[in-house]
């Protein structure tokens, strides 16, 4: 079994002599050694833009039967750039139920996931982000029957627990000169550091589990 990720730069992998950031499917194989990681998630893609890029057609050839499709986007369709924008409710909608589309013609399950939260805390207290797009992926999934990891809604739980302070860890916060990778320092709520990649990797992998996605390897030596 192939596990195939779409999505942004929340997901997407990068390189640790260059950056701290992490995403959660670089490190979503610890959690899953059974399976094959194939991660194409690239940073700054929306739906529109994956797809225009011919993101998820590469990816078609390779889907097999009981492979899963993980989809992931929120972030930049709902950004100001209107090479990447999309509208929640219609054109954002319709560009999910593609990769859905593409997914099952192979004989593959999607899996769509709600976007993790922005870390964005005032008069302390975690704050709603991505509006409606997070709405608009829970209906898709419950209207065409899809697997849902709403992960939005447990990053924002993780993130409320651990509060304003303690959720610094799970983002990219370096002050000048603290890492030479990043010499100007770095004040990222949006992006994981290797903390929050493996939290929410850790989710993921155990929603995937509780769904019956994942097989069960047996242990027992039989």
């Not at 929640?88 to 990769?99: A, H």
């Not at 004989?107 to 302390?124: F, H, K, M, S």
């Not at 100007?184 to 903390?195: K, N, V, Y």
């Amino acid at each position: 079994m192939t596990l195939f990720i779409c999505g942004d730069s929340t997901a997407a992998a990068y390189v640790p002599e260059e950056t701290e950031m992490t995403g959660w499917g670089q490190v979503i194989g610890a959690f899953l050694p059974e399976v094959v990681v194939d991660n194409r998630s690239f940073p700054g893609r929306s739906t529109r833009t994956f797809l225009a890029e011919g993101r998820l057609d590469a990816i078609v050839p390779h889907l097999q039967p009981h492979d899963l499709l993980l989809i992931q986007f929120g972030h930049n369709d709902g950004g100001n750039k209107p090479e990447r924008h999309t509208e929640p409710w219609t054109d954002f909608m319709s560009n999910l139920r593609i990769f859905v589309e593409c997914a099952r013609k192979k004989g593959a399950v999607p899996v769509l996931l709600t976007p993790i939260c922005v870390r964005n805390w005032q008069d302390g207290m975690l704050q709603p982000s991505h509006g409606a797009y997070v709405d608009a992926v829970r209906a898709l999934a419950a209207d065409e029957c899809i697997p849902l990891i709403d992960l939005y809604q447990k990053s924002h739980e993780v993130q409320s627990l651990l509060g304003e302070a303690g959720s610094r860890r799970f983002h990219l916060h370096l002050l000048p000169g603290q890492d030479m990778r990043h010499p100007d320092g770095m004040d990222d709520d949006t992006h994981t550091s290797l903390t929050g990649a493996l939290c929410y990797a850790s989710i993921v992998s155990e929603r995937l589990r509780q769904m019956g996605l994942i097989p069960q390897t047996d242990h027992s030596g039989k």
